[in-house]
């Protein structure tokens, strides 16, 4: 699978630790940076990259890391054809996967456990969608894009 990454300055040593768990599982990480480091940077200009990649199907999936994952979410939803989601935990990212067909994982580099980061990494990209009842609910999310 394909799968854009991103981040910002608070970002960047995990967008580094996720590009590598990826490429280690067998699967192509996009980076659309920051590559700046702990250089202040907007994290609204590398996640709309990101999510543009996936919104275009240049990419399956992305992952975008700022400090809570609050703000690449919000920026990632702006972009036609994604369903980010937050996840703090592994309920909540396997759930958005199952349920939501999230195709955009955002995590914050303040609140993330590092132990358990890769798992939510694995989770992330294994898990398939359910379907059934749940893509009828997903058809009218993306049905509110056009209204």
């Given at each position: 699978?394909k799968?854009?990454?991103?981040s910002?300055?608070?970002?960047f040593?995990y967008?580094d630790?996720i590009?590598?768990?990826?490429?280690k599982?067998?699967?192509?990480?996009v980076?659309?940076?920051t590559k700046n480091?702990s250089?202040?940077?907007?994290?609204?200009?590398?996640?709309?990259?990101a999510?543009?990649a996936?919104?275009?199907g240049e990419?399956?999936?992305?992952?975008?890391?700022?400090g809570?994952g609050?703000?690449?979410?919000?920026?990632?939803?702006?972009?036609k054809g994604?369903?980010?989601?937050v996840?703090?935990d592994?309920?909540?990212v396997?759930?958005?996967?199952?349920?939501?067909?999230?195709?955009?994982?955002c995590?914050?580099?303040?609140?993330?456990?590092?132990d358990?980061l890769?798992?939510?990494i694995?989770l992330f990209?294994?898990?398939?969608?359910?379907?059934g009842?749940h893509?009828?609910?997903?058809?009218k999310?993306m049905?509110?894009?056009?209204?």
């Open positions: 699978m799968i854009a990454l991103a910002d300055h608070r970002g040593e967008k630790l590009a590598g768990y990826l490429t599982i067998g699967h192509e990480a980076d659309f940076g480091g250089d202040s940077v907007d994290y609204t200009d590398y996640g709309l990259l999510a543009k996936v919104g275009s990419c399956e999936r992305a992952i975008l890391v700022c809570t609050l703000g690449m979410s919000l920026i990632a939803n702006k972009v994604v369903r980010a989601t996840c703090h592994l309920f909540t396997e759930m958005s996967r199952r349920h939501n067909d999230a195709n955009v994982l995590l914050g580099a303040d609140v993330v456990n590092h358990l890769e798992q939510k694995k990209v294994e898990t398939k969608f359910e379907g009842r893509a009828r609910r997903v058809g999310i049905d509110a894009e056009s209204s």
